[in-house]
């Protein structure tokens, strides 16, 4: 980030025109100064699915075909004109390094169009403003556990704009240990919303999963995919078929299990004032469920509301409201940075 004087005399209400492209969301949204969305236009790319999987070069296509129709999409919503936009900001990193170019590049060349400060921005810092969308009131301290397809990490805000990192995934994050154990057990891809739908109509104590031990606080679920890989090879067909809402439900509370033991290490650790879930994986009722009644009484627990849990442009804006404030910015020469680190 750079300190930019020309940027010092801001708008008393400002307004960011934000751009997410990490992976397979295309989003572009318009956020004003107290959080406040005017518009979060978001298209998933559903031609994933027939793979299992995102695959980046279709993901890299997707973002350029969308792109500029959902920001026409995004500006018409907040109802305002292109010279009512006093900033842009698009996420540099992490992700997937063609699809971060799209947004980049677009970012760069929309704000340089129309004489805009612009700034790149932290996708796991935009998932932890997510919860000031609904939320703004909230002031920091604040843990966070950030649970999503590629990333499970504890994050303790200090104050706006510093963390600390106490740890993360070792292996596979819990989105991945969702979708990947929804793959062995033949559900579609993303699996994490139908092994969510299937389990609360399953038993939890069906079967026991292992739940990994790792040190301080740190998680791994890829045990757990391996675990579930031989118990279904030791089952025909018909079991699996017969009781997959139990298996869901068994797989679904190992995974639940180690994120509430690691959040609850890092909770007595810390003593916040303030606990928040966000992510993709936050949307998952269980997940929800537990927490809410293991921190409900000891903490204030917050969750971002289901449209802001997914990747989404919002969040984005969110973030660069707070450093357009501060005077950051982005220069010419930034770009993508596929494996940026938070702190």
């Known amino acids: 980030m750079t300190k930019a004087k020309w940027w010092v005399k801001l708008p008393a209400l400002m307004r960011v025109l934000a751009f997410e492209t990490s992976c397979d969301e295309t989003s572009v949204a318009v956020v004003e100064d107290g959080f406040r969305v005017l518009s979060n236009v978001t298209q998933t790319h559903v031609e994933h699915a027939k793979f299992g999987g995102v695959v980046p070069e279709l993901a890299s296509r997707a973002h350029v ?11 018409e919503k907040a109802g305002i004109k292109l010279n009512e936009i006093d900033g842009v900001a698009f996420t540099r990193g992490p992700g997937l390094i063609g699809s971060l170019l799209v947004g980049v590049v677009f970012g760069k060349t929309f704000a340089q169009a129309l004489k805009l400060p612009f700034l790149g921005v932290n996708h796991l810092e935009g998932h932890l403003f997510s919860v000031f969308l609904n939320h703004p009131e909230l002031k920091p301290p604040i843990l966070y556990l950030l649970v999503s397809g590629g990333h499970t990490e504890l994050i303790y805000m200090k104050d706006f704009l510093q963390y600390e990192y106490l740890g993360g995934t070792m292996d596979d994050a819990a989105g991945e240990a969702f979708d990947k154990g929804g793959k062995l057990l033949g559900l579609p891809y993303p699996s994490g919303p139908i092994i969510d739908k299937l389990a609360k109509e399953g038993d939890r104590e069906f079967h026991r999963f292992p739940r990994a031990k790792t040190p301080d606080f740190e998680f791994s679920f ?39 033991e690691k959040t609850l290490k890092a909770f007595e650790k810390l003593k916040p004032p303030t606990l928040a879930v966000v992510g993709g994986v936050s949307l998952n ?11 409900g009484k000891m903490t204030k627990i917050y969750f971002p509301e289901p449209r802001y849990c997914t990747d989404n442009a919002a969040m984005i804006g969110a973030v660069a409201l707070v450093r357009f404030q501060r005077g950051e910015g982005s220069g010419l020469d930034i770009s993508a940075s596929p494996n940026l680190p938070l702190v």
Do not use: C, W
């Open 65 to 75: 075909r969308l792109i500029y129709p959902l920001t026409r999409v995004a500006v």
């Open 222 to 260: 890829s045990g757990l995919k391996t675990s579930l890989l031989y118990y279904l090879r030791k089952k025909d067909k018909e079991f699996v078929k017969n009781h997959i809402q139990d298996i869901a439900a068994s797989y679904q509370e190992a995974i639940v299990d180690m994120l509430l």
């Open 285 to 295: 009722s269980r997940l929800r469920e537990v927490f809410t009644e293991k921190f």
